[in-house]
């Protein structure tokens, strides 16, 4: 399957690699299902379930492009984090508990 252009991101003219990651992430529900995926393999209806009310075309567009971006892959386990995608996620773990540290601060 080939990979999309790269160099393509909403609202950058750049293709600066960080614009068109945060440009897939962006989309609505990418997160989500990157979450679900964090700690082992799900099949497709696994994730509709875990994600709630995404629609069964939502999600098969969004795991299109998370595989053409070498983020995930599918076998017959389920949809998983390739090694990019397993670096990616671990960086989301560190952002999701800065994020925690900051709440916490502003709650002070």
């Known amino acids: 399957m080939p990979v999309k252009n790269i160099n393509q991101a909403r609202g ?5 690699p960080i614009m068109v990651l945060l440009d897939l992430l962006g989309k609505r529900w990418t997160l989500r299902i990157m979450w679900e995926l964090r700690d082992r393999p799900l099949t497709f209806r696994d ?6 009310d995404i629609s069964p075309t939502t999600l098969n567009s969004r795991l299109r492009e998370l595989r053409d971006f070498e983020i995930i892959s599918h076998d017959t386990g389920g ?3 390739t090694a990019l995608g397993a670096e990616l996620g671990a960086q989301m773990t560190e952002l ?3 994020s925690r540290k900051w709440a916490g601060e502003l709650n002070d």
């Open 96 to 98: 999701d508990n800065w």
């Open 12 to 16: 950058s003219a750049t293709g600066r």
């Open 79 to 81: 949809y998983s984090y």
């Open 47 to 52: 994730l509709q379930k875990q994600c709630g």
